[in-house]
Structures are given as C-alpha cells and as structure tokens.
C-alpha cells in the first residue's frame, strides 16, 4: 500500500464516488440502466472483431485459464451481457483454431466500488454460468489485481468518474473556481481546463496500473460516454443533460429549498473526453498498442428515461451533499421538465460513445 500511495500521491485525495442506486427498485441502477447498455449492445460486434483478430490464444493456453475482468459493473443485468460477449468470442475463437477439445476455463472479476450492491448483482448472475464469479471491491484508480494476472479488461460507462472533484474548482481563492455551478460544461475556461487536467491525470494513472495487471499481449476495451473530437463541450449531448440537473439545483436555491452555498462546494465529479484525449492518455502511457479506435453511436433517450437514467446514477453522489429530501422534486420534476424544454436544443447534440481497444505490449 505504501508503494501505491507513494506512486500516486494525489490518490491520497481520492473522493469515493457513491455508487449507483442499489436493489431492484423504481429509481434502481438496475431499472434504469438502457442507455448504458446500448452502449454495451453497440461495441458487441467491436469486441468481437477484437478478440477475432488480435488475441493470441498462447497468452493463456499454458494454463488454459482466461481470466476477465469488469471494472465498474455496478449491478446486473449489463454487466453480465458484457462479460457474456467476451466469453462467446473467446469460444469462437478457440473453435475457429480446431480447439474445441480443450476449452478453457473462464473466471470474471466483478469489480466495483465496495459500497456497490454486490448483493443485487450476485444474486442476478444466473445459475450454470460458464465462468467462475469474484467481486473485487475497491477503486479502478487503484491497483485491484496482482502482475500480469489478466487477459482481458473490460469497462464501460465508468471510466468518465473521475478519481476526485478538482481542488482548484472548489477553491474560493483560485481562478479556476467554479462558483455557482456543478459541472464544467457551461462554465469558464478555466473550470474546463481543470476537468480536462483531471481526466487526462486519471486516465495516466489508470493506463500505468492496468498496464501492471494485464498480461503482455492481453486486450482491453474501454467504452466512455463522450464527445468527438472536434465537439465542444457545451454540445455534446451529455453535457446538456448535465447542465440540466445543474439549472435544477439553481433554480432551488433561488427558491430557497437549498443554499446556495451547497452548490459553490458541489461538483460532479465526472468529465465526458473525446478519442483524441483518450488517444493521448494511451500514447503518454507507452505500454499499449491502439488495436481499434471509434465513435460508436449512443441513442438519445426520451426526456422522462433520461431523468431516471441520470436520478439512478446521480442520486447517491446528489444524496450525500444536499439531502435526499430535493431528490424526487429534483429528477422527477425539474429535470424531466427541463430536458423536455430543451429537447430541442438537445435533439442538435451529438450523443457518441467513445470505444478502444488496446494490446498490452512486450516490455521493452
Ligand atoms: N459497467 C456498467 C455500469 C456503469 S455505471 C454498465 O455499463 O452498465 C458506472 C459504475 O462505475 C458505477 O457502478 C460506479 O460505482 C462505478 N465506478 C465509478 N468510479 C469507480 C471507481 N473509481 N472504481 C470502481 N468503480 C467505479
């Protein structure tokens, strides 16, 4: 631990993200999670196409065992879809290559923050899976599995949850303060550049520590929310969902229902990049090769399924600084209203996913 703290010492600032809302329930992860697993649905054929054509089965045949992780599952049902695309494609490939005698044994990670609702998600996993199933609580901005003990990486939707809020954002006597706003989309240069600093430090340390864990020649694919690359900020579509939530906040605290100090200290510790951004976390990072590199589309959801989509991820996080009194008048009312207002404003936004593929290199 000591090791890790002193490699990466702003992680010793690191903001436990709330995780999103447990069980089965109306407001659940589990209810309102369709958009993020379009996303899933939409990189299928990718990571097969991956799998078909970049891995090389010798990187586990002598142990016969392929081992998988997912960082950032949450709870059933999508991160089971995913893991469930791995494995089918890893067959194939193995039948393709006259192997079918000897198929290899499949374990999956679950990984997710401790507070996540591994409950919800283990008793989802149907019985006669054809893996061996671990949860593996902690942060993905920390070492989770030992040296070259994985074959394929695997996150989607999570990776855009930044390590920490960035400090200059909440600091009173700092350019880059972010007063009167939660999110940096609408805000000033500055408060963006911070985000993007934020990312771009997140994602180096990400890239250094998978880059331990993966073994040479292993594959990780990572699917984001984001933008393109030539896109600003205050048009990408997610952005203008945020700034929703955050004209909601203000409009309570003009209606006094919060103070207007809770929003001067709150910001949502999430930042939407583009491919150039990741691209460049990848290159900085050395130890990758860019198998596959695209935008895949994100379907813009109805107005009242964004506002769940966001109360379902958000709520926890929203919770725990203004109090779960605002939250039904918060999504259900003001969101939904004001994402039906601006809908057309939103309809020009482009929503993207970002989608990469990259091979662990030979060490040089
Ligand atoms: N992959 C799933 C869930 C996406 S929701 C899907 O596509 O549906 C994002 C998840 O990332 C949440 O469950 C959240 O708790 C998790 N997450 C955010 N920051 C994290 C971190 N630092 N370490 C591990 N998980 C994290």
């Known amino acids: 631990m000591a090791f890790l703290l002193s490699s990466t010492p702003s992680l010793m600032t690191e903001v436990v993200v709330r995780p999103m809302n447990g069980g089965n329930g109306l407001h659940s992860y589990s209810k309102n999670s369709t958009f993020q697993r379009k996303a899933i649905e939409a990189a299928k054929e990718l990571i097969n196409k991956a799998i078909a054509e970049k891995l090389d089965i010798k990187i586990f045949s002598s142990s016969n065992s392929f081992k998988i992780a997912d960082l950032g599952c949450s709870v059933g049902t999508n991160t089971l879809l995913a893991v469930q695309n791995v494995i089918d494609a890893v067959e194939r490939k193995f039948q393709s290559q006259g192997k079918s005698t000897q198929h290899p044994e499949f374990q999956v990670f679950f990984n997710d923050q401790a507070s996540n609702d591994f409950n919800q998600l283990f008793t989802s996993i149907p019985p006669n899976i054809p893996y061996f199933a671990a949860g593996v609580p902690g942060s993905f901005h920390?070492?989770?599995?030992?040296?070259?003990?994985?074959?394929?990486?695997?996150?989607?939707?999570?990776?855009?949850w930044l390590s920490r809020v960035p400090e200059d954002v909440l600091d009173k006597s700092s350019p880059a303060w972010n007063k009167g706003r939660v999110h940096y989309s609408n805000s000033t240069p500055q408060v963006m550049k911070a985000f993007e600093d934020q990312f771009a430090e997140d994602m180096d340390n990400f890239m250094k520590l998978r880059a331990q864990e993966i073994v040479v020649g292993g594959l990780m694919a990572l699917i984001l929310p984001g933008r393109l690359n030539e896109t600003p900020h205050t048009e990408a579509y997610l952005n203008k969902a945020f700034e929703q939530v955050e004209s909601s906040l203000i409009d309570m605290a003009k209606k006094g229902i919060i103070r207007e100090e809770k929003i001067d200290s709150f910001n949502i510790p999430i930042y939407f990049a583009s491919l150039q951004e990741v691209e460049s976390a990848v290159k900085r990072n050395g130890c990758f090769s860019i198998e596959i590199m695209e935008n895949i589309p994100h379907e813009k959801p109805q107005p009242k399924v964004m506002s769940s989509t966001l109360r379902a991820g958000l709520e926890g996080t929203i919770k725990e600084h203004f109090g779960d009194e605002i939250?039904?008048?918060l999504f259900d009312t003001l969101v939904c209203n004001k994402l039906e207002e601006s809908s057309l404003i939103t309809e020009s936004c482009?929503?993207?996913g970002l989608f990469v593929v990259l091979k662990r290199k030979p060490n040089e």
């Open 350 to 352: 482009k929503s993207v």
């Open 327 to 329: 939250l039904d008048e």
């Open 142 to 160: 920390r070492r989770l599995f030992p040296n070259n003990s994985l074959h394929f990486v695997h996150s989607s939707c999570a990776a855009q």
